[in-house]
């Protein structure tokens, strides 16, 4: 199986070989490919999205997909020993990451590993972070709720300890992210998709200050990290 690099580099340092793993946010499961070539079992891949679902199961055999909610992860408690969010927390706004942290907690095992792998908050100017505000905007006015949201490490660290997980280690995975220009036209054609319920009054100057973001890529910038936390045993 073809596994990112980031993903071998965060498990790098983690004991997989033989635990209960789970991937939360499956999406294409680069995390749940990395967690079965190290070595873990049973791995359970949890995504709502019923495509992802359905690509996981036939690149990733081994593992057990569970379509849920990550609020409500379908697993008893204190049953996972390590869990593996790799580019969840993007995704998520401060209150669903509040009560998916409250849910990791309930599944993990006492000493249980979490690895939370995402992106530090972008400079103001980049033209990426511009591209990701022009989705944002789209997002808001459609959905009501912004598409990403880029956690800073020590905020997530935060609310983790929370919760009752220590810290054990933070590295970097890229520094800085490359933000390739195939990714700057990929978030491009989901903005126009995005877009499409708005009227064209409002959504045309949105896309086309997308579309001239196109000419600055590609916008190495910020840094992908990863968070290591144990939870408590006490």
């Not at 220590?166 to 700057?184: C, M, Y």
């Amino acid at each position: 199986m073809e596994i990112p690099q980031t993903v071998r580099d965060a498990l790098a340092d983690v004991p997989v070989d033989g635990a209960t793993a789970l991937e939360a946010g499956a999406g294409v499961g680069n995390g749940t490919a990395g967690l079965v070539d190290a070595g873990a079992a049973p791995v359970y891949a949890v995504t709502d999205h019923p495509d992802h679902a359905a690509g996981v199961r036939e690149r990733v055999p081994e593992a057990e997909v569970v379509e849920s909610d990550l609020q409500s992860i379908p697993l008893d408690d204190d049953s996972v020993d390590v869990i593996l969010a790799h580019g969840l927390f993007n995704v998520l706004t401060n209150e669903e990451a509040a009560a998916i942290a409250a849910e990791f907690t309930r599944v993990a095992a006492p000493g249980a590993w979490l690895l939370v792998d995402d992106y530090d908050p972008m400079p103001e100017h980049a033209p990426i972070r511009r591209l990701f505000g022009v989705e944002n905007a789209i997002a808001e006015l459609v959905d009501g709720r912004p598409a990403y949201v880029f956690h800073p490490e020590a905020g997530l660290r935060q609310l983790f300890a929370g919760h009752g997980w220590d810290h054990e280690r933070t590295k970097s995975l890229l520094e800085p992210v490359p933000w390739p220009e195939e990714l700057f036209e990929a978030h491009l054609d989901a903005a126009r998709r995005s877009a499409e319920p708005l009227d064209d009054a409002l959504a045309e100057p949105l896309l086309a200050e997308a579309e001239s973001l196109l000419e600055d890529a590609p916008s190495p910038t910020s840094r992908m990290y990863s968070l290591g936390l144990r939870h408590s045993t006490q």
